[in-house]
């Protein structure tokens, strides 16, 4: 699709201050990605649904949730809706950030799905952040690799979010704020 907007390793994003700004005026989508997590092996492929038998949030992923929506709180910026991922550690993040949560099967992570499904559920990824026009901010909660695909960006640590800035065609990427590793 075209539009994606390339992001070099070197690229400087706006600093933190701006990017709250740029929330606050609304209409953003955020691209989050889920709080941390304690990865265990062996189970990297099974199917949502199942809480008992996925990789949860840690004790300090709660924790990051939480700090995540007391910053959009303490920043005074009004969110919209809340997508994720059908995963428990998506869902949870954002209950625990902002309250809500609407799983879509669309923000599932590139490893679990074909590679054809995994295509297409970028393509509707990217419409979705192009086809936003509200005011408000929608948060979409998932998994490093979609938002890797979506931005450019080698990876992204877990409770990090970029800030993109639909504008019709295209999109802009008004940065990144680090949350994961506060």
């Known amino acids: ?18 990017v709250w700004a740029a929330l606050k005026r609304g209409g953003m989508v955020v691209l989050l990605r889920h709080t941390h997590v ?3 092996e ?15 949030l840690s004790a300090r992923g709660v924790e990051q949730a ?17 997508w994720t991922s059908a995963y428990c550690r998506c ?37 979705d952040i192009l086809d936003h026009r509200s005011s408000s901010n929608l948060v979409m909660i998932t998994h490093d690799l979609n938002i890797s695909n979506i931005v450019l960006e080698p ?3 877990m409770g990090d979010f970029f800030v993109l800035q639909p504008n019709g065609t295209d999109f802009d990427v008004i940065g990144k704020i680090r949350m994961g590793d506060r």
């Open 1 to 18: 699709m075209a539009g994606l907007l390339a992001i070099s390793a070197g690229q400087a994003f706006g600093d933190d201050e701006q």
């Open 91 to 127: 869902i949870d993040t954002g209950k625990l950030a902002f309250g809500r949560a609407t799983p879509v099967q669309y923000l599932m992570p590139p490893g679990v799905i074909s590679e054809p499904q995994a295509k297409l559920n970028q393509e509707r990824v990217l419409q």
């Open 155 to 157: 990876s992204i640590a």
């Open 42 to 56: 062996g189970i990297a492929h099974l199917a949502p649904g199942n809480c008992a038998e996925e990789v949860n």
């Open 66 to 82: 939480k700090r995540i929506g007391e910053a959009f709180r303490a920043h005074g910026i009004a969110v919209g809706e809340v």
């Open 38 to 40: 304690d990865m265990r």
